[in-house]
């Protein structure tokens, strides 16, 4: 049989293939439960295996530890079965995140696309990890060699145009990337990471109205039954952030943000993320530390993904949690010694980052500066968007400030001020900064 975009499948039937495929729509747009479906899907037909293969996909995409049982069982399910070429290179591409070789998987995952430019999952699962990996120019390229296969004839192309737009954003390309994001949910709606890179280019052009107004009026294509919205409406309140509206961003914390107290890693860390923009503006968020860091405290010590763990040291940090702050420090730098892709993020960001989250909370501004200087630029290795890594320039500069390092101050000011002009907190930044100029 063959899938809705002509790749050959073993083991399915028409009742299977047909949750596989909404399992897999289900996946592009982030709504619904594509475990559930997938899970029915192979209830219908237990040799069917891609089935197998999509269910370790999203259990190994969460960037937990957890999920790895899980998808052993599955990748064990897939091997025992008939596969033909792709499929086998699937297993391949699995292997190679199971083993947190995730180089080799963008690679495995590549290549399945060279012959099968119609292979959405591959084509998925690859960008997601580009995004894991911070490779910008993947994020884009991965898409732009498969795109001219695609047209909205074929079903998924909203996603495809959905990954085109995100890739184009992390690469500056804000105009290419508004464009093939908006028509992207043209076609589908519900499409919530499409939406999403729109509101990244928004965000990075520091179109706070309109990023308002883009988020307000699309919630109900991109809120309801969706488990990407937390990260949605973080950027939802990134764009009131911007506007120093700290009451609205309390807010949505409280609510959509947090009211679940979700487990979830990719959840945890847009809590963190946002407490952490606050505290550095030195809004005291109270006792909502204390919950996120002990959500984090169950994983403090896997040093699994370094980009999660810094994210879990900001809560240990703002919690004034010390003892699970330091015991991150030592997972982390056992992490160095570990096979797999991790050992080098922990090693060239991971670790200095999370030392100068520590050095941040225990009142060393200067070592905080010697630590993130040097890091900042290359931070993309850890994974994670432009916007996410900006947390690293805000407390370098907040830094800065507070170690009275006024030329730094400026000149990482005016450095802001020139891709963000309008901003409150670049021009408050600049303004600190200004005595020292007139003395000089
Ligand atoms: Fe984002």
Redesign the pocket.
Same mark, same amino acid.
């Given at each position: 049989m063959k899938d809705l975009r002509g790749n050959t499948v073993s083991g399915a039937d028409t009742a299977s293939l047909s949750l596989f495929e909404q399992a897999q729509a289900e996946l592009q747009c982030y709504v619904g439960d594509p475990v559930a479906t997938i899970d029915r899907a192979i209830a219908a037909a237990p040799r069917f295996t891609m089935a197998h293969l999509f269910k370790a996909y999203v259990f190994l995409a969460g960037t937990e530890a957890a999920g790895l049982p899980t998808a052993r069982d599955c990748r064990a399910a897939a091997v025992a079965l008939p596969t033909n070429a792709r499929e086998r290179q699937h297993i391949a591409a699995v292997d190679a995140l199971i083993a947190g070789e995730y180089d080799q998987a963008s690679e495995r995952l590549e290549d399945i696309l060279l012959d099968h430019p119609r292979d959405a999952l591959a084509l998925q699962i690859g960008h997601v990890f580009d995004y894991f990996r911070g490779d910008a120019r993947t994020l884009r390229d991965r898409v732009a060699r498969v795109l001219p296969e695609w047209s909205s004839e074929v079903p998924g192309y909203h996603a495809v145009l959905g990954m085109q737009a995100f890739g184009l954003e992390e690469c500056g390309e804000y105009g290419r990337a508004e464009e093939a994001g908006r028509k992207a949910v043209e076609l589908n709606p519900t499409d919530a990471w499409a939406h @999403?890179a729109v509101? @990244?280019v928004l965000e990075m052009q520091g179109r706070i109205g309109e990023g308002l107004a883009w988020m307000g009026s699309r919630q109900e294509y991109w809120a309801p039954r969706n488990f990407f919205a937390v @990260?949605n409406w973080? @950027?939802w309140a990134l764009f009131h952030l911007d506007r120093d509206e700290h009451t609205h961003v309390l807010d949505l914390y409280d609510g959509p943000i947090r009211e679940a107290t979700s487990k979830v890693v990719l959840d945890m860390i847009d809590a963190s993320a946002l407490l952490w923009r606050l505290h550095l503006r030195g809004i005291d968020v109270g006792a909502r530390w204390t919950e996120i860091a002990e959500s984090w405290a169950p994983l403090a010590q896997d040093g699994f993904y370094a980009f999660n763990d810094c994210h879990a040291m900001m809560a240990f940090v703002g919690a004034g949690r010390w003892d699970l702050a330091d015991a991150a420090l030592v997972a982390m730098a056992k992490s160095v010694e570990q096979p797999g892709s991790n050992a080098a993020m922990s090693e060239t960001v991971g670790l200095p980052v999370a030392r100068a989250l520590h050095a941040f909370g225990r009142g060393k501004y200067g070592t905080v500066i010697e630590l993130l200087r040097p890091v900042r630029t290359i931070a993309n290795r850890f994974g994670g968007?432009h916007?996410?890594r900006d947390l690293l320039d805000l407390t370098l500069i907040e830094a800065a400030c507070r170690d009275n390092q006024v030329s730094l101050v400026r000149a990482l000011a005016r450095e802001r001020l020139a891709a963000r002009p309008a901003s409150p907190l670049n021009q408050r930044y600049l303004k600190a900064a200004q005595p020292s100029r007139a003395a000089a």
């Open positions: @999403h509101a @990244h @990260h973080w @950027h968007s916007a996410q």
